[in-house]
């Protein structure tokens, strides 16, 4: 294994440490720059999302429809309270699911940004998790999609989160299915 003289344009040089040495199988063995752009927006977004539901439930961000869709999941604001009209309704029933919610999607996403961000190493356990990632996000796509005709009755609408799911899912597959992946050597003491 040779040590490069220069990284490759466009490598995110700040994440390999310097005690690395910079071989060619440590580059092919990174997370490339493409997935990392499209994972870190999508995920960090997901993140925000996530702490807003749990510790500001029922505040819009300044994203398209973003207060349509907290209302339409969520209920009206604030979230968790009845109307005297709401059948089947329970004082803080919607706010522990918003919450509930919120937890569940920032711990995912930060755990997608910290497979795609951390040890420039790659290995088999990137390799699965990116496989579970690409599930998942395929099926958060579907079911979301499944609610479209009830969000277009809200005036709302789910599609460019989707979109963003349904690219990551795409990238994250082309990475588990074209990278190759070498075991590691096993030192003997």
Not at 68 to 85: H, R, T
Request: proline residues 7%; aromatic residues 8%.
């Amino acid at each position: 294994k040779r040590p490069l003289r220069a990284l490759p344009a466009g490598h995110p040089q700040h994440l390999i440490s310097p005690d690395i040495k910079l071989t060619r199988d440590l580059l092919t063995m990174t997370v490339p720059l493409h997935l990392q752009l499209v994972m870190g927006a999508l995920n960090a977004l997901f993140f925000v999302l996530g702490l807003r539901d749990v510790y500001f439930p029922g505040v819009a961000l300044p994203i398209p429809d973003d207060d349509k869709l907290v209302q339409a999941y969520f209920g009206p604001l604030p979230v968790g309270e009845c109307s005297k009209l709401a059948y089947d309704c329970y004082p803080g029933k919607m706010l522990v699911l918003s919450q509930s919610w919120g937890a569940v999607l920032a711990t995912v996403s930060a755990t997608k940004l910290v497979v795609a961000f951390s040890n420039p190493e790659g290995t088999f356990l990137r390799r699965n998790l990116f496989l579970l990632f690409a599930i998942c996000d395929l099926h958060f796509a579907y079911i979301a999609r499944g609610f479209g005709d009830y969000l277009a009755s809200q005036s709302a609408s789910v599609a460019p989160l989707v979109g963003g799911m349904l690219l990551e899912a795409a990238l994250l597959l082309l990475d588990v299915g074209l990278r190759t992946r070498t075991p590691k050597k096993i030192r003997k003491k």
